[in-house]
């Protein structure tokens, strides 16, 4: 394990935006990432893990120490006729990891097929796409304290998931690396699994039908969700982006009923508190800046609530269009539109 200094980030966000770490340095395993706690870098530095770089908006240098999460491998905890447990370590990639699931007919997390990203971010902000969240399937994770070493393990009800929320965004936030991740997932190949494919949100159904799939498979349902995600949102590889840039609000039964009157087609998800969820995207598109670009910067013309590098934006020209965004939206509609990204 080495440390490095001046370290680019430009391949390590998918914003791609060219900023670079103080220092740097890469974990493969737990005994490694106890090494690392023991020099003086780590004890005299702030630390920022990285996982995919594919939820971070970089305004700046980074000072302090960047830990980037290699730890690798995938396994099989325990399984009963119906159910496995799989445990994949936090540096795998997230979509690798759904691919190793849908080869095995372990079904659960194929609505997240494509999400980017690494393993162990997906608990930060309980990873969520097309009617399912990593919350469902979820059995327990390890993470190690930051400041003691020790590993420690969370259950569900330890995390506090809720949308694009969990307690290591607030009450734990900073405090420790998660390490690796396990899922309860259905084994299909089992005649006695029940298990019932989510395909109601969206385009789903309708994708599936388009490729002429009438017997569902945990496969086809990837390769429909697969199909829908690469039609709206941009690939990072080719446009630098991080997914949806901000969270979608809810509002109050008040607000909604004098929003609706103002606009009859506004969307609306009725949450089980009585508010009710308004796409963001609907938001931005309404103030005009779908697909419009900004210097090097623009919200994306097939999902408003992405926005994108055109190629040689700074992390702070982002953020500046992030914040006209949120401005315009709350003039509108009254409705404060909050970052999904972290920004730092
Ligand atoms: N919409 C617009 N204009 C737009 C975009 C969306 O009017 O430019 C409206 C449409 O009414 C559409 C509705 O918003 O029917 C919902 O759009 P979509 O299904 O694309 O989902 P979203 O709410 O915009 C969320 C997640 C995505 C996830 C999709 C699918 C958040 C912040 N985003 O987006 O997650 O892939 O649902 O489940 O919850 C991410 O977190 O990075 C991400 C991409």
Redesign the pocket.
């Known amino acids: 394990m080495q440390i490095q200094e001046n370290k680019p980030l430009d391949k390590l966000n998918t914003f791609g935006l060219s900023v670079s770490a103080q220092y740097f340095a890469e974990v493969n395993s737990v005994d490694e990432f106890r090494e690392l706690m023991q020099t003086t870098v780590y004890k005299n530095n702030h630390k920022l893990i990285l996982g995919g770089g594919s939820?971070i908006l970089f305004t700046g240098e980074v000072n302090g120490l960047v830990v980037k999460n290699s730890i690798k491998g995938i396994s099989v905890v325990s399984e009963t006729e119906t159910e496995v447990i799989v445990k994949a370590n936090a540096g795998e990639l997230w979509h690798e990891f759904v691919l190793w699931c849908i080869e095995r007919n372990y079904a659960g997390i194929e609505n997240l097929s494509l999400?980017p990203g690494l393993v162990g971010a997906a608990p930060m902000?309980n990873?969520?796409?097309?009617?399912v969240e990593i919350k469902d399937v979820f059995q327990e994770l390890e993470a190690i304290d930051k400041e003691t070493g020790e590993l420690v393990k969370f259950n569900l009800n330890d995390c506090e998931f809720g949308?694009?929320e969990s307690v290591f965004k607030h009450k734990h936030k900073n405090k420790f690396f998660i390490t690796s991740v396990s899922f309860k997932l259905t084994k299909l190949s089992s005649p006695k699994a029940i298990y019932k494919f989510k395909t109601d949100?969206?385009?789903i159904k309708n994708t599936l039908s388009e490729m002429q799939v009438y017997d569902f498979s945990i496969k086809a349902v990837s390769d429909a969700v697969i199909k829908?995600?690469n039609s709206?949102?941009p690939n990072p590889k080719e446009l630098g982006n991080?997914?949806?840039f901000?969270?979608?609000p809810s509002i109050n039964k008040e607000l909604f009923e004098e929003l609706v009157l103002k606009y009859p087609v506004m969307?609306s998800f009725p949450q089980k508190d009585g508010s009710l969820k308004i796409?963001?995207?609907?938001l931005?598109?309404q103030c005009g800046w779908?697909g419009k670009v900004v210097g090097n910067t623009g919200s994306?013309k097939?999902?408003?609530?992405?926005l994108v590098n055109y190629g040689n934006a700074t992390g702070n020209e982002i953020w500046n269009l992030a914040l006209e965004i949120q401005k315009s939206v709350k003039e509108k509609f009254g409705i404060e539109i909050m970052p999904?990204v972290n920004v730092v």
């Open positions: 939820n999400i902000q990873i969520g796409a097309y009617g949308y694009r949100y969206g385009d829908i995600r709206k949102l991080a997914g949806s901000f969270k979608n969307p796409p963001a995207g609907w931005i598109e779908k994306h097939s999902q408003a609530l992405v999904e």
